[in-house]
């Protein structure tokens, strides 16, 4: 009964936590069109710097109660996504180091970037791992596209990752165009394992009023 009763709960909030991952990138896109007229920022944390910025801090807000409100069905999910909440939240109040870059940052702006890039990578690897455990237990398809989503996230932080610390020269729009893929691959995750408790709920309520 108690399963039962938190089934529909549960599936609203991941129904709302994938929808944030879907939806949060074309907001500021199109928004950012729109108001600025502009090509989109480097990457999503560039929206900062931008009309945006309300936009984008309060997106990653919402995105990050809202992990820190879920309670998984084992401590460990909580955990991971009490992580990848906090992360989020963190990286909205810690914007990256402005567009100027350089020797033009004042120490703080540094230290606050640095910030900003750790909880960068804590939050999409948290919701890999996410995507993972929310494989556990399903079946195929939909443990595949679980699987699918978790490795679509991790290539494109990896890859990000990477080429942040070699210094490769990548395309102006490569890591944005990995940060939106690695939301879009969560999003599609928590959707998924959403549209699977729906029906679950529904078989559920029709054998009670059997």
């Known amino acids: 009964m108690r ?7 549960d599936t609203l909030l991941h129904r709302l936590i994938g929808g944030l991952c879907v939806s949060l990138p074309l907001v500021l896109t199109i928004g950012n069109l729109i108001s600025a007229g502009t090509t989109p920022p480097g990457s999503l944390s560039g929206y900062y710097y931008t009309d945006m910025r309300g936009f ?45 870059g350089g020797s033009h940052l004042i120490e703080r702006q540094n230290v606050v ?6 909880f960068a990578i804590i939050a999409p690897l948290a919701l890999g791992v996410m995507a993972l455990r929310l494989a556990r237990a399903r079946r195929r398809p939909e443990a595949a596209i679980h699987r699918a989503c978790a490795v679509t996230i991790f290539a494109c932080t990896l890859f990000a990752v990477i080429s942040s610390f070699i210094s490769i020269d990548i395309n102006h729009s490569t890591l944005l165009v990995c940060e939106v893929l690695a939301l ?10 959403a549209d699977s408790m729906h029906v679950t709920h529904r078989r559920m309520r029709q054998e009670v009023n059997a």
């Open 184 to 193: 879009l691959a969560s999003g599609t995750s928590w959707l998924t394992c």
């Open 56 to 100: 984008f801090m309060g997106g990653l807000c919402t995105l990050g109660a809202s992990l820190l409100a879920h309670r998984g069905h084992e401590r460990f999910d909580t955990l991971i996504t009490a992580g990848a909440g906090a992360s989020l939240i963190m990286v909205a109040l810690c914007p990256t180091r402005p567009p100027a």
């Open 113 to 118: 970037g640095d910030l900003h890039d750790l």
């Open 3 to 9: 399963n039962r009763d938190r089934l529909l709960p």
